[in-house]
């Protein structure tokens, strides 16, 4: 354990926008299984027809296994940074897609978000970490 | 505000394409710019097996006892031409003085000079 601590201690500066993302991620996750009605909220009209557990559930998995990949990747280098490059994939286009979703409740009610600009900057910060990502795998397998 | 509306399927599904040009372009220039895999392969390991033996290792000590001579051999070399250098900084030095004198000394002829007339 300890020794899983200082591995993924040694490698954290490199990989802080990862886990930054991945946590953001699950906790977007669990913020959307919380019981209260988020979808209500006039921010996001345009997710009302995703359904909101579909959603959470999607949001949370991915985040969660992210933060697993980096875990287990951070203990034993080429074991899991293809869970990592999935993961980040998914969750860069996730980022992306809920930036233009907010974009679309603007059209739609004509009230604008801070997420809009928050998650299309989160979506490129995705984007550096695959890039990072990808050169890891490369270089380590 | 007009909630009943939705926003089309195809703006997601053209984001979402969008999403993932950009998110392969990024692992493409991640995987370009990783350069060579470490350790390298097992070709390279076995060769390198086969190449260590006895006398591969005297010859590494030789060869690493010779880069030990010519380092200290460099370091002798530097410390002489520091002194040759500092020499002929207090070379220079005593040419200036030099001049100084001779420059005094044809002062000192031109005023005699300029007396006796």
Known sequence: MTTIFLRVKHRFRERASEWF????????GLSLLHPSQT??????AAFRNLGEQT????????????????IVNGARQSATSTIRLVCG????????????????????????????????LVSILGLYSLYWIAVDKKVNG | MALEQEIPQWVYWIGG???????TFAIHMGWKS???????????????????????????TAAIEAGTLELITGRHDAEKARQAGYRMIETVAKLGDEVEELRRVVQDMSN??????
């Not at chain 2, 033996?53 to 010859?59: C, G």
């Not at chain 2, 005699?112 to 007339?117: D, H, K, L």
């Open chain 1, 55 to 70: 959603t959470g559930v999607f949001f949370f998995l991915v985040g969660f296994t992210w933060f697993l990949g980096l």
């Open chain 2, 34 to 60: 990783g350069g060579e895999k470490k350790g390298g392969s097992d070709k390279t390991l076995v060769l390198d097996g086969a190449l260590v033996d006895s006398s591969s290792i005297r010859m590494l």
């Open chain 1, 39 to 44: 979808f209500d909220s006039y921010a996001f």
């Open chain 2, 17 to 23: 394409g969008v999403g993932t040009a950009f998110t």
């Open chain 2, 112 to 117: 005699q000079i300029a007396r006796s007339r």
């Open chain 1, 89 to 120: 994939a998914l969750g860069t286009v996730s980022y992306g897609l809920l930036g233009l979703g907010l974009l679309g409740s603007y059209v739609l009610t004509g009230i604008w978000s801070t997420g809009i600009g928050n998650y299309m």
């Open chain 1, 21 to 28: 993302c991945a946590a953001n991620l699950t906790q977007f």
